[in-house]
């Protein structure tokens, strides 16, 4: 078994027997049996990277030193980590764990179904952190009513507008409220000259080719679209054949056309969009609020007069509205293939459940004390001084973090950044209207095998209808061919999910 270092006081007291005779030694050596076992190979991990660098090697160090597990860990960077998944499943090249985003755990369905990773349900309660995961949140990661991974938590939506707060103030302008404002502030922000420095060089918005955590979703959310599905008289009617989601092209198309975004956006990464509002080309960012430190300390070092602030709240023609995720944005899958039996996945399981514990959870997140944080009565203190550095040594292990807002072991932060605070209470705020996608807790098997086929079509239809080479008639052809193609058979077989669940069938 894999054991703990820090909890080697066996290990500390057979030592000092060194000398003793050999009788106790050898009950000293079957008293270790618990402890690190250095000829087991190293756990593989396939790991999102959402920051420029990976975390500090000497963190990831005392990781593998507190729970005494050699880690092989891939980091991917989040712009390509879907692609560099999927063509590890395709190939059958799976490391032992691998993360899966939410958005692309249908497509993994079909493999979980066919026996390709191990079901780690009947296994929990064996471990006292992992015995403690929400079965709420576990039963949003279900397949077929069987848990099969570990799940990253997260608020169920972080989605708002990240702003230049200078620039609002040079052209005195006020916070945006509603849709017509912050269409107005973008445009302020593309003809009025909002760095001063007496050239058109600026955009209102700036955006990348991601149709869920770029601009659109949340934007489509403020006009009213419903979250993936409405549900309507027990049927479900697909986001984009709603009048709510023609609304949001519109806008789109009109803010192009008037070139308050930028005009590449259907082909930028987010590392360029990203690029684009630190250096002051645009003046709004729209995406997960929780990016603003960052994005105010990389802006600051190109201007130390850039000043940022968030905004959570843009009425539209239903009030508030923004959509939301369910409440993990992913989780951790264990590969067969490379697990070779049971005995082997219980010990991984046991590196993750460690990982919960005080000592290793705490340093996942918060980073060296005295060098990353402080620590005053038991609680955190995270100084603005040494943003940078969580930036980027400690912040990349965030997405290695499972459970970790519903973790008491982790300490209580009692001072943090400004605009961190600001971010964790607005996302706290979104709460009381996020719209909840109606399929979460259903299946269709034609979804599970062909979204990802379909899901190109509306993709392509949408960015063509805002770049203006494909008119409504067109875009509603699109549709119908998406319901030719298998979508009428999976919004049927969604509304037969219901009335089965329903019926408690």
């Known amino acids: 078994m894999f054991g703990r270092l820090v909890r080697s006081s066996v290990v500390r007291y057979c030592c000092l027997l060194a000398l003793l005779p050999l009788t106790v030694l050898s009950a000293c050596s079957d008293a270790d049996s618990d402890q690190p076992n250095q000829a087991l190979p190293p756990i593989s991990i396939l790991a999102p990277l959402h920051f420029p660098q990976q975390p500090s090697k000497e963190i990831v160090s005392e990781i593998e030193q507190r729970t005494g597990v050699k880690l092989d860990i891939t980091w991917v960077p989040e712009g390509i980590y879907s692609d560099k998944m999927n063509t590890a499943l395709t190939t059958n090249s799976l490391v032992k764990v691998t993360f899966v985003k939410f958005t692309d755990y249908n497509l993994v369905k079909n493999a979980v179904r066919s026996k390709a990773f191990w079901e780690i349900g009947p296994y929990l309660g064996e471990f006292p952190n992992l015995k403690q995961l929400d079965p709420a949140i576990l039963g949003q990661t279900a397949v077929d009513g069987k848990i099969y991974g570990l799940y990253t938590e997260r608020p169920s939506s972080?989605?708002?507008?990240?702003?230049r707060q200078d620039w609002l103030d040079q052209l005195q302008l006020d916070k945006p409220q509603n849709l017509e404002e912050l269409y107005e502030v973008m445009k302020q922000f593309t003809y009025n000259d909002p760095d001063g420095d007496g050239k058109q060089d600026t955009?209102?918005?700036?955006?990348?080719?991601?149709l869920v955590y770029g601009v659109f979703k949340t934007l489509s959310s403020y006009f009213g679209t419903p979250n993936n599905w409405k549900l309507e008289n027990g049927q479900f009617i697909p986001e984009f054949?709603?009048?709510?989601y023609m609304d949001t092209?519109?806008?789109?198309?009109?803010?192009?056309?008037?070139k308050l975004i930028n005009r590449d956006f259907a082909l930028t990464s987010k590392e360029v969009q990203r690029d684009k509002f630190i250096r002051g080309t645009a003046g709004i960012f729209i995406g997960s609020m929780t990016d603003v430190q960052r994005l105010s300390i990389e802006a600051q070092a190109i201007n130390p007069q850039a000043e940022l602030t968030l905004i959570n709240r843009i009425e539209g023609p239903d009030g508030y509205r923004v959509w939301s995720i369910p409440n993990y944005n992913g989780l951790y899958l264990f590969s067969k293939k490379a697990i070779a039996n049971e005995d082997e996945l219980k010990e991984i399981l046991r590196f993750f459940d460690w990982s919960m514990d005080k000592d290793v959870a705490n340093l996942m997140k918060y980073g060296i004390e005295g060098r990353?944080?402080?620590?005053e009565n038991g609680k955190v203190i995270l100084p603005e001084e040494t943003s940078q550095l969580r930036v980027n040594e400690v912040n990349p292990l965030y997405s290695l973090m499972i459970a970790d807002i519903s973790n008491n072991n982790i300490l209580q932060v009692v001072q943090k950044e400004q605009l961190t605070a600001m971010a964790e209470q607005l996302s706290r705020d979104n709460e009381q209207f996020v719209v909840d996608d109606p399929t979460l807790t259903l299946s269709s098997p034609t979804y599970d095998e062909k979204n990802v086929e379909l899901s190109t079509i509306i993709t392509d239809a949408t960015y063509n209808y805002i770049l203006g080479n494909m008119n409504?008639?067109?875009?509603?052809?699109?549709?119908?061919k998406w319901k030719s193609s298998g979508g009428s058979l999976i919004m049927q077989e969604y509304a037969e999910a219901l009335a089965k669940a329903g019926s408690g069938g």
């Open 249 to 258: 092209m519109n806008f789109m198309h009109k803010l192009y056309e008037e």
């Open 158 to 163: 972080r989605q708002g507008i990240i702003i």
């Open 372 to 375: 990353h944080y402080k620590l």
């Open 241 to 244: 054949d709603t009048p709510e």
């Open 472 to 480: 409504t008639a067109e875009f509603n052809a699109e549709v119908e």
């Open 203 to 210: 955009i209102g918005l700036v955006d990348r080719n991601d």
